[in-house]
């Protein structure tokens, strides 16, 4: 379960690879892992029920929200990460959005220009405050 209370391990295989000079626009679903040296218009969504990776190399730009349970970046990003579990900002990630997590690192050089939004936090926003009855 991806986005629920139980942790995933990494996928440490790629399943798929966006090669470096290769556009898409649109879409991305997939399940398993995922690695980006191109250039992606539109959003990066992993199956809900199995865990994911996306790993975007240095030369790698997404222009659009991704939402997966293990993710690394040492490239660009234009929009918003969501992960379950883990986010790796690397020394040449640049993120403009932002970046809900369980764990995070950053490294020496990564820039980040958005919110960093703890899963805890994000749960807290959902409860409705506690209002006390009225005594007369």
Do not use: W
């Not at 029920?49 to 660009?76: F, Q, W, Y």
């Amino acid at each position: 379960m991806i986005f629920g209370k139980e942790s995933s391990k990494p996928q440490s295989r790629i399943d798929c690879l966006i090669g470096s000079g290769t556009e898409i626009t649109g879409n991305i679903t997939f399940s398993g892992g995922l690695r980006v040296d191109g250039h992606i218009r539109g959003n990066i969504i992993a199956c809900d029920d199995k865990p994911s990776t996306v790993v975007l190399s240095e030369k790698a730009r997404v222009d659009g929200e991704i939402r997966v349970s293990h993710v690394v970046v040492n490239g660009t990003v234009t929009g918003p990460i969501v992960s379950a579990e883990y986010v790796e900002l690397q020394p040449k990630a640049v993120v403009t959005g932002d970046v809900s997590y369980r764990k995070i690192e950053i490294h020496l050089g990564a820039i980040l220009q958005g919110r960093l939004l703890h899963e805890d936090d994000l749960r807290s926003e959902k409860v409705v405050p506690f209002k006390p009855a009225v005594v007369e």
